[in-house]
């Protein structure tokens, strides 16, 4: 199955965030706190918030496309995770 451009590279993006998340070493924080049930059960929007809380803790930057990458690839992690794994065990 041929994939477009476009679809590389949202797989692409996601696969640099989850490598990203897997790298950074986050230390607990209230948004590693969340589940990845918890976090999968969310709205986007509540999403972005809690990619948005471990970035700031993480010291990166918090911009629309960086948060939206960061809560694709915690969902990325959560789908190869157990429900009751933390985000913070994910990074």
């Known amino acids: ?10 797989i692409s993006s996601l696969g640099a965030a989850a490598l990203a998340l897997t790298m950074s070493g986050c230390s607990s924080n209230a948004g590693g706190a969340t589940t990845c049930s918890q976090f999968l059960s969310m709205s986007s929007s509540k ?16 911009g ?13 992690g959560c789908a190869f ?7 913070d065990e994910l990074i």
Request: proline share 2%.
């Open 64 to 76: 629309k496309a960086a948060v939206s990458l960061m809560a694709g690839g915690i969902q990325l």
């Open 81 to 87: 995770a157990d429900g009751d794994t933390r985000i």
């Open 47 to 62: 999403q972005n918030a809690v990619a948005k809380q471990v970035m700031k803790n993480q010291g990166l930057p918090t």
């Open 1 to 10: 199955m041929k994939m477009s451009k476009m679809s590389r590279i949202i």
